[in-house]
């Protein structure tokens, strides 16, 4: 199978994007509203915004997985990093190494963006995902909090 990695958002339509969005939030027992989907989708469209996409492929144009991320400003570093907002590689399609060349996808874009590092969180629960970072980047001792407004 042949898998392609892309970065332009104007490749896929809406629809596409959004059945595979929906696998990924039932996977991790999400929901979002059709306006926050659709936002989503806006933000995704429009250059100036802080989020972009990568997808993986297949030749039927059939997308096999994703990643979300976003520039970040770092404070400590007095500079912008990169933050991996997530990642999902639908079940069936895993273990062809997309995940390894979507990951290698965003670090030319973080070299091209002059971004030291990327950071992501991880749900503590999903071993899989965790076994699979430990092989390429380092785990932090830090908690995420969340603050309800």
């Given at each position: 199978?042949?898998?392609?990695?892309?970065?332009?958002?104007?490749?896929?339509?809406?629809?596409?994007?959004?059945?595979?969005?929906?696998?990924?939030?039932?996977?991790?027992?999400?929901?979002?509203k059709e306006k926050?989907?659709?936002?989503?989708?806006?933000?995704?469209?429009?250059?100036?915004?802080?989020?972009?996409?990568?997808?993986?492929i297949n030749n039927?144009?059939?997308?096999?997985?994703?990643?979300?991320?976003?520039?970040?400003?770092?404070?400590?570093?007095?500079?912008?990093?990169?933050?991996?907002?997530?990642?999902?590689?639908?079940?069936?399609?895993?273990?062809?190494?997309?995940?390894?060349?979507?990951?290698?996808?965003?670090?030319?874009?973080?070299?091209?963006?002059?971004?030291?590092?990327?950071?992501?969180?991880?749900?503590?629960?999903?071993?899989?995902?965790?076994?699979?970072?430990?092989?390429?980047?380092?785990?932090?001792?830090?908690?995420?909090?969340?603050?309800?407004?």
């Open positions: 199978m042949l898998i392609k990695i892309i970065d332009k958002i104007e490749y896929i339509e809406y629809k596409n994007w959004k059945l595979h969005y929906i696998k990924y939030l039932k996977f991790n027992k999400n929901i979002i926050n989907l659709k936002n989503l989708w806006k933000w995704l469209n429009d250059k100036d915004h802080a989020s972009s996409l990568i997808i993986a039927k144009k059939e997308i096999l997985g994703h990643i979300h991320y976003k520039i970040s400003p770092n404070p400590v570093r007095g500079k912008d990093i990169g933050f991996l907002d997530d990642i999902f590689i639908i079940p069936k399609y895993r273990n062809l190494g997309i995940a390894k060349k979507m990951i290698n996808h965003l670090k030319k874009i973080g070299k091209r963006k002059k971004w030291d590092i990327i950071r992501w969180h991880c749900d503590i629960e999903n071993e899989i995902a965790i076994n699979y970072y430990r092989k390429f980047s380092n785990k932090k001792n830090w908690y995420t909090f969340e603050l309800k407004i």
